[in-house]
């Protein structure tokens, strides 16, 4: 479990490097533009989802707003893929922009004992870095959140 913390919007900059990413970018995103994360941050989590080690790519998989607590993602928001990466996330306007560095993509992969309801992953970072021990949490549903590692978060709509 994961202590909720008030919203607290990361104004810090960063580079981005757009110009490797194979996949367009999410669009705009109407609905996140305009929801309040720090009330979903604060929802009384629903049940944990149970899952297997072939599905931890999929409940991890979409864009998740980073409520507060420890983070190995460098305090951003961040994205997980169906293929196993992961990018922090930086809101533009309307929008989540992948922030595609070497400090802040990479690769992830499931670790076996990732059955039931706790999952346990281990980062890599694009630049060979990486935290060096599993990021161990759990996904809830309604609302959908998640804890992993030291941090909390929320679902992106």
């Known amino acids: 479990m994961f202590a909720r913390a008030a919203l607290l919007a990361s104004s810090a900059s960063c580079s981005l490097y757009t110009g490797h990413d194979p996949t367009p970018h999410s669009p ?41 607590g420890a983070d190995e993602f460098l305090g951003h928001h961040v994205e997980f893929t169906l293929d196993q990466h992961f990018y922090d996330l930086t809101q533009q306007g309307g929008s989540f922009v992948r922030n595609l560095g070497p400090d802040t993509s990479g690769t992830y992969t499931v670790n076996a004992s990732s059955s039931g309801i706790t999952i346990s992953i281990n980062v890599l970072w694009a630049s060979g ?21 030291g941090g909390g978060y929320v679902a992106i709509p």
Request: glycine share 14%.
């Open 28 to 68: 705009p995103d109407a609905a996140a533009s305009t929801f309040d994360y720090g009330a979903a941050c604060m929802a009384p989590r629903g049940p944990a989802v149970t899952v297997a080690v072939a599905s931890v790519p999929t409940i991890l998989n979409g864009r998740w707003w980073r409520c507060g």
């Open 129 to 149: 870095g990486g935290p060096g021990y599993p990021l161990v949490g759990n996904v809830d549903t309604m609302p959908r959140t998640m804890a992993l590692g």
